[in-house]
């Protein structure tokens, strides 16, 4: 047994040696991590023994426009980090770092892209529900708002839709702070759409009536 944990551990440690490879030789590394960092075993490896490291490593692929593949999947393996209470812990600790960065690749006409950086919105509305701390809650709004000024695919859209009702749901202060954001005019305009999809406006005038 011990020499199978002690095996787990050395993987872990080339895993991240190949975190640090060059962007343009990274992706099958990024692809596998946004799978694994769902394990238990793995996601305590990289959110506790090396939490900011971790995030560090992360990150930085998110401020390349030139490879949105990269992007996407950074933003796809924060979302999964969810998953486990080690991976929210460690999110919920840098709230805003996390989205000073992930919000660095907006605007953008990747949908893929898209719909992983509104994943992420949508993780980090539930996870914020229970949270008392406001400020927290209105990073993760003004995130919202930043989103909802440019063009989006309908998937991402409809996510954006479901993570604003999320947090706001029995919130006043939040709902407070949408509105102080013109986000209850951008649902709107949403909900009244001739062009949104079905459940896109269906989505739209919940949310309309839970802010």
């Given at each position: 047994m011990e020499n199978e944990t002690s095996h787990d551990s050395h993987?872990?440690?080339i895993f991240e040696k190949l975190l640090q490879w060059p962007s343009e030789f990274v992706?099958?590394?990024l692809d596998c991590?946004?799978?694994v960092i769902r394990r238990?075993?793995?996601c305590d490896y990289f959110c506790v023994k090396k939490g900011t490291t971790f995030l560090d490593y992360c990150l930085r692929f998110l401020h390349q426009e030139e490879r949105p593949t990269n992007q996407m999947l950074v933003l796809r393996t924060l979302a999964n980090m969810f998953v486990?209470?080690?991976g929210q812990r460690l999110a919920l600790d840098h709230v805003e770092r996390i989205m000073d960065h992930a919000t660095s690749v907006w605007p953008t006409s990747n949908k893929n892209v898209q719909v992983a950086l509104t994943s992420l919105l949508i993780n980090f509305a539930y996870s914020?529900?229970?949270n008392l701390d406001i400020q927290l809650k209105s990073r993760l709004l003004s995130a919202f708002a930043l989103v909802a000024m440019a063009q989006m695919d309908a998937e991402a859209l409809f996510r954006l839709l479901v993570a604003l009702g999320t947090i706001c749901d029995g919130d006043e202060e939040c709902k407070g702070l949408a509105r102080s954001l013109d986000l209850?005019?951008?649902?709107?305009?949403?909900g009244e759409d001739?062009?949104?999809?079905?459940?896109?406006?269906?989505c739209a005038i919940l949310v309309k009536k839970t802010l």
């Open positions: 993987q872990m440690d992706f099958p590394v991590l946004r799978l238990g075993d793995v486990c209470d080690a914020l529900r229970s209850p005019e951008f649902v709107e305009k949403i001739p062009q949104a999809i079905k459940k896109v406006k269906e």
